[in-house]
Structures are given as C-alpha cells and as structure tokens.
C-alpha cells in the first residue's frame, strides 16, 4: 500500500476497535468513503466490519464487545500484555512506549495506557508513523495472535485487526515461532516476589481496565 492508504486504514481501525457508540455508527458513511478507496486487502475486512456493525443494534455491539475484549485473554487489545503478561518486563515496554510518544510531541490523558491498539494506531496515522509503525513491528507477533484468537472466537473484530496485519510485513521465521509458543502458552506470569523495574504508574493493569 501507499503510505496515505495505510495511514487511512490505521486511522480506521483505531476508531472501529474502540468501544461501540452512537457517535460510531453515525459516522459509518465517512468510513464507508475512506474504505471505499483503500486497496483490497484492507478494504475487504473492512468492509465486512462495516457491514457488520450495519446490521447490529448498538446494545448487541456493546455487549458483544464486553465479552470479548474484557472476558478473553487471548484477546486482549494492549499489545505488551500478550508478550509479557502481567511482568515487569511490561512496565518496561509501556515506558518505552510512553517515551516513544513524548519525543514525538504527544501527551497521553492520565490513566490511559500507550499500548492499546486504538492508542497506537491513531499514533500512527496522525502523528509520527515511522515510530507507529515500528511499535506495530515491535508486536508483530502478539498482532498475529489476537488476530487469530478473534477468528477462532468467531469475532467480526477480527477483520479489523487483519486490515491492520495487511499493512505490515509478512511474518518472519521468529515471529512465526513466536506466536506458536503464544498460542500454546498464553501470556506470561510473574514468579511471586519479584520486584518492578518501573514507576508504578507504568505497570500493567488487568485486562478490561481502562
């Protein structure tokens, strides 16, 4: 893709992935037109996506959401959480993020983590997307594996992140081993007693906090 095409499927993504409003389905016929002229391997899931949320009552979006973003580990949509669990060594990675975001001249609201897939997409597309763009390859593996735990849930959420997986590279020989042990193993956990190497502020919060 053009790099305008891939910021446009970036910005998209990071608005459908996010937590379903009114607001959302009142601005489908902007997201049509930017889908519309996105080349196919991003604007087929995209469209379906769309689609998608056409036919369904935004109460029926809403829980759907819920249950699979709050309630599935292997789906959960901050990128660190599915190579570290819930370690230190993800403090580490969120502060690296943080401080990818401030060189670039952007200050997150309090309380809101830099590694959420909306977070890091809207980056991206609208402010410093080499850097975006090399956080997504920072994950690459962990993007794999949500891709394909919502495929396996049956999720259409998982269209979403197959147009997001369309702009990058083709998984590598580590990558792919990567995501296998993922697969078999899930995220890690911390051995009790080990101590953080971050401020507090940056260690993780379970899955589904905001």
């Not at 990071?14 to 997201?31: E, K």
């Not at 983590?113 to 690459?140: K, S």
């Not at 593996?141 to 999720?155: C, H, K, N, P, Q």
Request: glycine letters at 6%; aromatic letters at 6%; hydrophobic letters at 40%.
């Amino acid at each position: 893709m053009r790099t305008p095409e891939v910021a446009a499927t970036w910005q998209v993504a990071s608005l459908l992935i996010c937590y379903p409003d009114q607001r959302l389905l009142d601005t489908r016929p902007l997201f049509r037109s930017l889908v519309d002229a996105l080349p196919e391997p991003a604007a087929l899931p995209l469209g379906r996506f769309l689609d998608h949320l056409d036919a369904t009552p935004l109460a029926v979006l809403e829980s759907s959401y819920v249950d699979t973003f709050d309630s599935q580990r292997r789906c959960c949509l901050y990128l660190t959480y599915c190579a570290y669990g819930d370690t230190r060594k993800r403090g580490v990675a969120l502060l690296r993020i943080k401080q990818a975001y401030r060189a670039a001249g952007l200050e997150l609201d309090p309380g809101e983590l830099p590694d959420h897939l909306a977070v890091v997409l809207e980056f991206a597309a609208t402010g410093d997307a080499e850097t975006g763009r090399r956080i997504l390859l920072d994950h690459r593996a962990g993007l794999e594996v949500l891709r394909l735990a919502l495929t396996d849930a049956g999720s259409p959420y998982a269209d979403v992140v197959r147009a997001v997986c369309a702009t990058l590279p083709p998984l590598g020989g580590d990558e792919r081993d990567a995501v296998a042990r993922l697969l078999a193993d899930g995220p890690p956990t911390e051995a009790v007693g080990l101590q953080p190497f971050a401020p507090p502020e940056y260690m993780p919060v379970r899955e589904g906090a905001r």
